[in-house]
């Protein structure tokens, strides 16, 4: 870990810092590495001090150096009067020189702390003058990113659809904003921000944001630059830069599609018929308006380690989501509902995270229920987040990671991407279904959403702040206080494993029935039967949902019974990457090696975490040297997220 303090990046005097100031550093860590941080612990930051209340980024994007260069305004408040230093994060930048925009005097900071996951802690004094309850601050710091700045994506012309130009992107959550700007990387700050990037012709930036000037500015270095504002207060992780040779196309009269143009009308038909309809759903099960200005969406490269991010006006989408059938915009509908949680009202730390992902899926499927097919739809979605929900559990268990199977685990001293998974999402969304059934169904609840929307709109909360004005809500609607006294608060956040409900006996199962049949008929029967027109009349969610099933209760299945499978449904050549991700883990997880090609060939093509880690794991188990191999052959291709997971175990 003391590679952070690498002389390239703060031992050369024209980026701040002497070499006497990188011993007395190195030699600072000893006793700083693991020191207590800021009131969040994953940030240093001391913002119920000093809080960050506005940022402004001018950066020139360099694809030969694979670096942003430029500075970060930053404009602060005193919210303690005598607070001697502003502290923020930052994680693999070259620090140059801060300024005070007052005096326009040049400011020694320092980098007193060091943690090895959450990098260092960027100190900046306060002017005695300017310590007084109240003040404002207004600081300039240069800097630049560094190729080990990992919420940065470079990517080469051969990683894109066009394979002519290169393409690169930013990815902020949970805590890589700092590897972006020195910023309070913490979702319990808040603030609006604008933006520059210059990036060289005939390339095309976006941010997350809306555009301040119709056309692009021509730089006297003979780049342009690209300009935007986001007017509503964010958290730094929702700060999004992309840049490369895309192209926009509108898909409803609020929103448009970026893409390169390879892959421009293949987005256009995949988000054209559903995107408003999920933004009207939204705004009527939350009774809020969207108030962001258009929604926006970007289609990323396939190495993009997430389906979507809900990055404000400009949602990230993965290329894989590009199905040709519309099957999979069902994380459009996900992202969308991100506009009210988590970005309307956020999680105040990275242990709250089930109060933005647990409340976004389930207002997901209320969207979809309204969009599509009712009850029965959004019963299907939650009868297999059930199984999702038991089957991560177990895996967790099994893993000796009990802690991340509470809905609020203590993550201290553990970056918040190693304990991801889809428990936040799914225990989180079921506690609020078995809530909807303890005050009085849906309805109820969602006068609940419209209330507690407003009243935390635009503010940072946490699971206390919810429980309360959960309480305080339903006590005035009339609910009973046996009742309300009656919800297990502590098995449902604090408890370990599955919670103390299971909600198949509530749910209209008619869409899960139907493939209940071919399910048996595989697991049981070993396929005797079956056709090769089994599957025609089912939705793509109802062959995930008999894959899964497949996967829960018939693993290890025959090799007969395998190729049987994969050859009557061709299975192998699904255009959908969730239908064949299964396929392939189902073949891994019975030991048919005979996949080892396509599973090569996927790793290849994808880059989503949900895909890749749980397939690299697998076959590692069965042919350590393989997977090997084709992690090494594809390192290059995947995000800092994914590398991280498995350099140690594969890159050997």
């Given amino acids: 870990w003391l590679s952070i303090f690498d002389p390239q990046l703060f031992g050369n005097p024209q980026h701040g810092l002497s070499d006497s100031d990188i011993l007395l550093s190195a030699s600072l860590n000893r006793y700083f590495s693991m020191s207590a941080l800021g009131d969040d612990v994953h940030s240093f930051s001391n913002h119920r001090s000093v809080r960050v209340t506005n940022l402004h980024l001018d950066l020139k994007c360099s694809f030969e150096r694979k670096a942003f260069d430029g500075f970060v305004d930053i404009t602060a408040r005193v919210i303690a009067g005598g607070t001697p230093e502003l502290r923020l994060d930052s994680r693999n930048l070259a620090i140059d020189r801060v300024v005070d925009l007052d005096s326009n005097g040049t400011l020694s900071f320092t980098l007193p702390q060091h943690n090895p996951r959450l990098g260092m802690c960027l100190s900046i004094p306060i002017p005695e003058p300017k310590r007084a309850k109240d003040s404002e601050l207004k600081f300039r710091v240069f800097y630049s990113t560094t190729t080990n700045s990992g919420g940065i994506q470079w990517l080469e012309p051969s990683q894109t659809a066009g394979k002519k130009w290169p393409f690169v992107y930013t990815q902020c959550e949970a805590i890589l904003a700092r590897s972006l700007l020195p910023c309070q990387d913490t979702p319990a700050v808040k603030a609006p921000y604008s933006i520059k990037v210059s990036v060289p012709p005939p390339l095309v930036a976006a941010c997350s ?53 390879e892959l421009l009308p293949a987005a256009v038909h995949e988000f054209s018929q559903d995107t408003e309809a999920f933004l009207q759903a939204g705004e009527a099960i939350t009774g809020i308006s969207y108030h962001w200005g258009p929604y926006d969406m970007v ?50 730390s990275w242990s709250d995270f089930w109060l933005n992902e ?89 006068r609940w959403l419209k209330s507690y929307f407003g009243e935390f709109a635009t503010k940072s909360v946490t699971t206390a702040d919810m429980r309360a004005h959960f309480l305080a809500h339903f006590a005035a609607e009339g609910v009973s206080k046996e009742v309300l006294d009656g919800i297990d608060w502590d098995s449902w956040l604090h408890g370990v494993g599955m919670p103390p409900f299971d909600p198949t006996p509530l749910l209209d199962r008619s869409l899960a029935s139907n493939a209940d049949a071919l399910i048996s008929l595989w697991r049981d029967k070993k396929g005797d039967g079956a056709t090769a027109e089994d599957l025609a009349a089912f939705t793509a969610r109802q062959t995930m949902y008999t894959l899964d099933a497949l996967l829960n209760t018939a693993c290890p299945m025959p090799h007969p019974a395998i190729e049987k499978l994969g050859g009557l449904y061709k299975l192998s050549e699904s255009p959908n990457v969730e239908i064949i991700q299964r396929w392939i883990m189902l073949c891994l997880l019975s030991n048919y090696r005979d996949i080892f090609p396509v599973a090569a060939g996927f790793l290849g093509k994808h880059g989503r975490g949900l895909y890749v880690k749980p397939m690299y794991s697998a076959l590692a188990g069965l042919d350590h040297a393989f997977a090997s191999k084709v992690y090494k052959t594809n390192r290059p291709f995947y995000h800092s997220v994914i590398r991280n997971a498995f350099d140690a175990k594969l890159n050997k």
Avoid: C
């Fill in 299 to 348: 289609v990323l490269p396939s190495a993009f380690p997430y389906g979507g991010m809900e990055n404000p006006q400009l949602t990230f989408l993965s290329a894989s989501l590009l199905a040709g059938d519309r099957s999979l915009t069902n994380v459009v509908a996900h992202e969308i509902t991100h506009s009210w949680a988590g970005n309307y009202v956020t999680n105040a």
């Fill in 358 to 446: 647990g409340f976004t899926v389930y207002i997901e499927r209320l969207i979809l229920g309204r969009v599509r097919n009712g009850t029965p739809y959004r019963h299907f979605e939650l009868f297999i987040g059930y199984g999702i929900l038991q089957k991560t559990v177990a895996d967790l268990i099994a893993a000796g990671t009990p802690e991340y199977t509470k809905l609020q685990p203590d993550l201290a001293g553990v970056d918040p991407d190693e304990a991801f998974s889809r428990v936040p999402y799914e225990k989180g969304s079921l506690f609020l279904f078995y809530l909807e059934n303890k005050v009085g169904g849906d309805q109820a609840m969602q």
């Fill in 209 to 261: 944001g809306t555009p301040v000037h119709d056309h692009p500015h021509l730089e006297d270095d003979g780049l342009v630059s690209y300009a935007y504002r986001q007017a509503n207060p964010i958290p730094a992780y929702l700060i999004a830069i992309v840049a490369g040779r895309i192209h926009k196309s509108p898909v409803g009269p609020r929103s448009s599609v970026w893409a390169e143009q």
